[in-house]
């Protein structure tokens, strides 16, 4: 099992930016990807981002592409989600989780993931 921790979240103002970071525990953090999803109240958790166990893959769900960057440095265990221009709709609870594989194909099955964070706050006042 790997121990996941975001940090990073808070209250912005629209138009703000954060950046979230994802530290993981172990020795084997560049043999899996990373994602991130979000969970506002009462809505279900959707998919944010996610990018393979080099950088060189990375995808974001439509909503947040232009505006959202996703890096990792397998050197300090730590994935980033800068996040630009927030909106309102942004807020939610992020999370950070590790995908079983070190690829992201298939990353809307939220069974391919395990071992998520405790999660974030991040909310955005218009």
């Known amino acids: 099992q790997v121990h996941l921790v975001e940090s990073g979240g808070g209250l912005v103002q629209a138009g703000d930016s954060l950046r979230l970071s994802c530290e993981a525990s172990?020795?084997?953090?560049?043999?899996?990807?990373i994602g991130w999803f979000r969970q506002a109240p009462g809505k279900e958790r959707e998919f944010v981002a996610a990018?393979?166990?080099?950088?060189?893959?990375?995808d974001y769900t439509e909503s947040v592409k232009g505006r959202f960057t996703l890096a990792r440095d397998n050197a300090k265990n730590t994935v980033y989600l800068q996040m630009d221009s927030l909106k309102p709709e942004d807020t939610a609870v992020y999370y950070c989780?590790?995908?079983?594989?070190?690829?992201?194909?298939?990353?809307?099955?939220?069974?391919?993931?395990?071992?998520w964070g405790q999660g974030t706050q991040v909310t955005v006042s218009s």
């Open positions: 989780t590790r995908k079983k594989t070190p690829y992201i194909a298939g990353f809307l099955d939220l069974s391919s993931w395990q071992d």
């Open positions: 172990g020795r084997a953090f560049s043999h899996y990807a």
């Open positions: 990018i393979n166990w080099s950088g060189s893959n990375i």
